[in-house]
């Protein structure tokens, strides 16, 4: 660890070999930017003069993944720690908009750094040698700006996925781009649809989660535009409600900003409303309404997820939330014991944290239903607290009392579920003796004899 600059002691360790073989190497990127903001680095990247042969020379009996040779960049596990050391080098021609063709490995730290993306990121740092900066990096991180390296235009048409990763490290830093590195962004955005939709979606996730998400929301949907084409019809669509002071996209931006930063949160705020201009309508009092546009934005969540190959479980707790934005949701227990049981309790939190949300992004005489929402959190805490009955299996009877019965087949779920039904709405306790009891008193009223299959 250098004075003054924590460090991770294994890259300062490979720092300290690779300089005893007569090479350069410093940590570089991130894990440098990092430092500087106070924060912790996730990882660390190195980046020396040594060709990979060299390094692969210099870690000898370590364990050795060739990640990218022929981009000069070789794993090291060192001490179950894995490094990423890459050659300085200067890049080809980008063909595909996202990858060099080829590389030139060099002996320059300046010119592997003029190759980097933006300047709070092309800064490296080693023990003894200090800080190299080459572009302002540092002054660009004590203004808060995102500035590429060198020519904008240039770095975006090399590889299109920068322009997402501008605004997305202005949204987990709260910087802003730079004016030329901002235009450069816009006039770049089509090649966005040549990257893969896998890293799209990293980059949206990791957007969507950090705290200035809702200003970038606003500030690009050209860009948004590309990778989110079902956003666009949302842009300017007026609400002509008077619940609404915001067209459907800022209502969308502002909602994000106010459910908390889990993704799937924020994909379910980003999504919710996907479908209100295809269900517009003018009612007779004047007021725009969107019958429907639940399901139809649903739908559109769905699409867009599949298309960017999101993990399924993730895709399906985000269509659902989106499915049912809107169900009522109230502080009588009743209902509330009602949607835990169609919910579950996660489900249950997840949609009313994005009713907060949406309702903060509402008029501002809207805005008050948040304290309605906080009575209805503090009711179902404190019903399930009391540990309710909410499934089959929280019953007091089984399916072996209720074949007893007489019960069997289809109907001994069937059974069952009407019993559920009927605790959840507190027209019975959930007592065996009352439930078999009801169970009775059903098949009294009904001509089937007992030991007949029974079903409902």
């Not at 660009?140 to 770095?155: H, K, M, N, Q």
């Not at 409303?273 to 009092?285: V, W």
Request: aromatic share 6%; hydrophobic share 40%; glycine share 8%.
């Amino acid at each position: 660890m250098s004075k003054g600059f924590p460090m991770l002691p294994q890259a300062a360790q490979a720092i300290e070999r690779l300089r005893a073989a007569g090479h350069e190497a410093w940590i570089v990127g991130g894990c440098v930017r990092d430092v500087l903001l106070g924060r912790t680095p996730t990882d660390y990247d190195l980046t020396t003069s040594a060709l990979p042969e060299e390094t692969e020379a210099v870690f000898a009996g370590e364990r050795l993944i060739e990640t990218g040779l022929q981009h000069g960049t070789v794993t090291v596990q060192l001490e179950g720690v894995p490094l990423e050391i890459t050659t300085y080098r200067v890049d080809g021609g980008y063909t595909d908009a996202r990858h060099p063709d080829g590389v030139t490995f060099t002996r320059s730290l300046r010119e592997d750094a003029a190759r980097r993306d933006f300047t709070i990121n092309a800064m490296a740092y080693a023990p003894g040698e200090g800080l190299q900066d080459f572009f302002g990096g540092q002054a660009d991180l004590s203004a808060g700006v995102i500035r590429a390296v060198g020519e904008a235009d240039r770095r975006f048409q090399e590889d299109a996925l920068r322009i997402l990763r501008a605004i997305r490290f202005a949204s987990v830093l709260g910087f802003e781009l730079d004016p030329e590195t901002d235009a450069a962004a816009r006039r770049n955005a089509p090649l966005l649809q040549k990257i893969s939709v896998e890293r799209v979606f990293v980059e949206l996730s990791k957007l969507l989660c950090g705290p200035g998400a809702g200003k970038i929301l606003r500030a690009y949907p050209d860009i948004l535009g590309v990778v989110l084409p079902e956003l666009t019809p949302t842009v300017g669509f007026a609400q002509h409600n008077i619940h609404h002071c915001y067209d459907v996209y800022t209502h969308t931006a502002v909602a994000v900003d106010h459910v908390p930063p889990e993704v799937t949160l924020r994909l379910a705020a980003l999504f919710h409303d996907l479908g209100k201009p295809a269900t517009f309508s003018m009612g007779e009092d004047g007021q725009g309404h969107f019958y429907g546009h639940p399901k139809v934005s649903a739908a559109l969540a769905e699409q867009i997820l599949l298309r960017l190959r999101a993990p399924k479980r993730l895709r399906e707790e985000v269509v659902r939330l989106v499915e049912v934005h809107d169900w009522p949701l109230s502080s009588e227990p009743r209902l509330i014991r009602r949607r835990l049981q169609q919910l579950g309790e996660e489900g249950f939190f997840a949609l009313l944290a994005l009713q907060k949300g949406d309702a903060a992004a509402c008029s501002l005489s809207d805005c008050t239903r948040e304290d309605g929402r906080n009575a209805v959190e503090t009711a179902a805490r404190a019903i399930l607290a009391a540990r309710p009955c909410l499934s089959v299996g929280d019953l007091a009877v089984n399916g072996r009392d209720v074949m007893a019965m007489g019960y069997c087949g289809p109907g001994v779920g069937a059974a069952l579920r009407l019993l559920l039904e009927r605790v959840i709405a507190e027209e019975i306790p959930n007592e065996k003796t009352a439930l078999l009891q009801s169970l009775e008193e059903k098949d009294a009223k009904k001509p089937e004899k007992k030991g007949k299959k029974v079903s409902f």
